[in-house]
């Protein structure tokens, strides 16, 4: 009889055992369907790059795969900062006028100096955000929908983002370059505001080649600006 029950009890436990196993795999199995829908519904179906803060209840439901979303978010923040400081100041305090340019060029190299530190942390958090991907242990069913997420979400922006800032600096260095030759050619230039006056042919010739340039800059500048922008708000 002894023997009996302690086959029953041992049965038993394996029975206990086996179910407890069954739950621990329909957890995992639900944490990951959550989450597959979660990036499928707020990212991968909509246009843009929009990253959705996870609540409470978010972050319990999708268990370990809360991390992999924070690969996202993390460098949404980052992409957030970037857009501000320098490149803020480089699209809204950017001289006006030519006598501007000329009275502010200290200004404007230092725009560009802070720019070139912009670009390096913004290449830094894309290399940092894909080696957290290619580190992520992913089922086959999440991989894709997390690719289109992530390409939607991080690299798209965020190689969006940092194609804007050479773009910048380029268009900041040819109003230097300008500034640079006006204020060499003193003795036959006259600037006001944003007219340039001269009696020089060659000076004319030279000012209008660098005045090109930069108008160059400035639609290369709008059209890097543009691509940005379609990745971020998809249209």
């Known amino acids: ?8 009890a041992g049965f038993a436990a394996l029975v206990l055992l086996a179910a407890g196993l069954t ?7 639900d944490q990951r369907k959550a989450f597959i829908q979660f990036l499928q519904k ?9 990253v959705p803060r996870l609540t409470a209840e978010d972050t319990k439901s999708f268990g370990p795969y809360a991390e992999h979303y924070a690969v996202i978010t993390s460098f949404n923040d980052k992409i957030g900062k970037a ?5 803020k100041i480089s699209q809204t305090n950017a001289p006006r006028s030519v006598q501007e340019l000329l ?8 725009m560009a100096a802070a720019l070139c530190g912009v670009a390096d942390e913004m290449r830094k958090s894309l290399a940092e955000a894909g080696a957290k991907r290619a580190a992520l242990q992913q089922p086959d069913d999440l991989k894709p929908v997390y690719s289109a997420a992530f390409e939607r979400t991080v690299t798209g922006p965020g190689e969006a983002f940092a194609a804007t800032i050479p773009v910048g600096i380029d268009g900041l260095q040819a109003g230097l370059e300008l500034a640079d030759y006006l204020d060499a050619h003193r003795a036959t230039v006259k600037v006001s505001g944003s007219s340039i006056q001269t009696n020089d042919p060659k000076v004319r010739a030279d000012v209008a080649k660098l005045l090109n340039a930069m108008t160059v800059q400035s639609q290369r500048l709008a059209q890097a600006r543009e691509r940005f922008r379609i990745s971020i ?3």
């Not at 009889?1 to 029953?8: G, H, K």
């Not at 739950?23 to 199995?29: K, L, M, V």
């Open 42 to 50: 707020y990212i991968v179906d909509n246009s843009g790059a929009h």
């Open 103 to 110: 009275d502010r060029r200290a200004d404007v190299k230092a």
């Open 83 to 87: 857009m501000q400081g320098p490149y």
């Open 233 to 235: 708000d998809g249209k």
């Open 23 to 29: 739950a621990c795999g329909d957890s995992e199995a």
């Open 1 to 8: 009889m002894i023997l009996f029950n302690r086959r029953v």
